[in-house]
C-alpha cells in the first residue's frame, strides 16, 4: 500500500464525508441553515470527535458556539469529493441488477451521467432501458472516448468481468465501480471499488450470530 502524501485525505474519512453530505443534503432540504458537530454526528453514526478531525482534511470552516453553515459546508464537502462537475459514466452488464442500478436515480441527484449501457447479449441489444437503449458491447470504446467517460460500473458475471475492466482501462477509464464477483487486476493509475453484496449479507449473518449469542450489541459501520 502506497504511503499517504501529507494533506491527502484518507480513505475512511472519504467514505464518510460522503455519508455526511448525504445528511447535509437533507438538511439543506429541510431549511437547515446551522448544525452543529454533535447534531451531525449523531445524524451520520459517528462520534464528533471523529467528525470534527474528518472536517479538519478540509480547512476552517466551523464557527465555535456557532456550529457549521450547512449549505457551505455541503459545498465545501462535495467541492472536496470532485462533485462539483458532473462525471460522465457507463454501466456494462444490464441483467437483475443492472437493470436495478441503471435505474438508481440517486447517481444522477448527485452528478453522475450515464452515456451508455452495454450487454452482450444480441438479445437484449435495443431494449429500452431508462431514457436509452442497451447498447452492444462492440460499441464500448466508442461511447467510452467521445463522451471522454471516467468512471466504468461492471455488473457482469465474474468471468467476463475482467476482460470488460481491460477494455475499460485501454480505452480511456480510470476509475471502476466493479460489482462482479471476481477481483480486478489494474494498473497503478486506475482506482477500483468493489461492491459485494453477498459478503455484506454474510457480515450481517455473523453480527446476527453473535447477538443470538449474547456476544455483542450488534452495532455495524455503514457501507453506504
Do not use: W
Not at 6 to 31: F, H, K, N, W
Not at 133 to 147: G, M, P, T
Not at 207 to 213: M, T, V
Request: charged share 20%; net charge neutral; glycine share 10%.
Amino acid at each position: 500500500m502506497s504511503e499517504r502524501r501529507p494533506g491527502e485525505i484518507p480513505e475512511a474519512t472519504v467514505a464518510r464525508l460522503a455519508v455526511y453530505l448525504r445528511v447535509l443534503t437533507g438538511l439543506v432540504d429541510a431549511s437547515t441553515v446551522t448544525v452543529s458537530s454533535e447534531e451531525l454526528a449523531t445524524i451520520a453514526g459517528v462520534n464528533s470527535a471523529k467528525l470534527r478531525k474528518d472536517l479538519s482534511y478540509l480547512g476552517s470552516i466551523g464557527t465555535r458556539g456557532v456550529g457549521y453553515d450547512v449549505t457551505v459546508l455541503r459545498e465545501k464537502i462535495a467541492s472536496s469529493l470532485g462533485l462539483t462537475q458532473r462525471r460522465t459514466c457507463v454501466l456494462v452488464g444490464i441483467g437483475n441488477l443492472g437493470h436495478a442500478l441503471a435505474g438508481y436515480s440517486g447517481f444522477s441527484s448527485r452528478g453522475f451521467t450515464f452515456v451508455g449501457y452495454f450487454d452482450a447479449d444480441p438479445a437484449r441489444v435495443g431494449e429500452p432501458i431508462v431514457d436509452s437503449r442497451i447498447r452492444d458491447i462492440a460499441e464500448l470504446e466508442l461511447v467510452v472516448k467521445s463522451h471522454g467517460v471516467s468512471i466504468g460500473v461492471i455488473a457482469t458475471p465474474a468471468e467476463a468481468a475482467q476482460t470488460v475492466c481491460e477494455r475499460l482501462v485501454d480505452a480511456g477509464v480510470t476509475s471502476i465501480l466493479n460489482f462482479a464477483p471476481s477481483v480486478l487486476t489494474v494498473p497503478d493509475n486506475v482506482d477500483v471499488r468493489k461492491v459485494d453484496l453477498a459478503a455484506e449479507m454474510q457480515i450481517l449473518s455473523f453480527h446476527e450470530h453473535r447477538k443470538s449469542r449474547g456476544l455483542g450489541n450488534g452495532l455495524v459501520e455503514s457501507v453506504g
